[in-house]
């Protein structure tokens, strides 16, 4: 069991990382400044900086916390639908992304925008998650798609054009949310599964 200093330690790590993500958010990547996520997690700066190394060490934390969590979700929604048609399984993992992107903007943001590649220098270790989160994401839809071609619903084309096709639309439907402003719903996962499947006219 952990002592009471672990779990307040914890405690304060999770709260810096709460901060931190609402400052990246309001302030933008460029903009955002340790002073600015010290104050809002009730801290001294100092204490921040005995917890993560600069602003990059938390960003990356924040985006290595919220990535952990995607995946437990998705793996869970695979796990979940393990004896179903891959087409329904396809689906609910579908919602369960569209889900997260509602309850979890500000990372779904940094991964989708692209804002990092420009940001190299300040963010060098950060600049490396968002690939490596797409590519967890395929992943794991490609378990589902693999399904798919045992069963003969999915067509065995010897390539991942399909994998990339699927992460593709929903990608797409997170981005109308960002720039237009129309939020993500369950029934757009269905769409897009259903596109996939039938086509255009689904």
Known sequence: MASLR?????????????AAEDVFAESGLAKAHVEDIARRAGVA???????YRDRDGLLAAVLASRTDELMAELSDAVARTAGSP?????VDLARTYLRFV?????FIRILTE??????KESYPTSATIPAAC??????????????GV??????????????????????????????VGTPCREADADRVIGVFFDGARA
């Open 134 to 147: 797409w590519q967890s994401l395929r992943e794991v839809f490609g378990q589902v798609i693999a399904r």
């Open 45 to 51: 700066v100092g204490t921040l900086y005995n917890y």
């Open 150 to 179: 045992v069963e003969g619903t999915v067509p065995d084309r010897g390539d991942d054009l399909d994998l990339w096709l699927i992460v593709g639309m929903l990608r797409g439907v997170v981005l109308r949310y960002f720039r």
């Open 6 to 18: 672990q779990r307040v330690r914890r405690e304060m790590a999770a709260g810096m990382l709460l």
């Open 86 to 90: 891959a087409r329904a399984a396809m």
């Open 102 to 106: 509602m309850r979890r903007p500000t």
């Open 114 to 119: 692209g804002e990092l590649a420009h940001l």
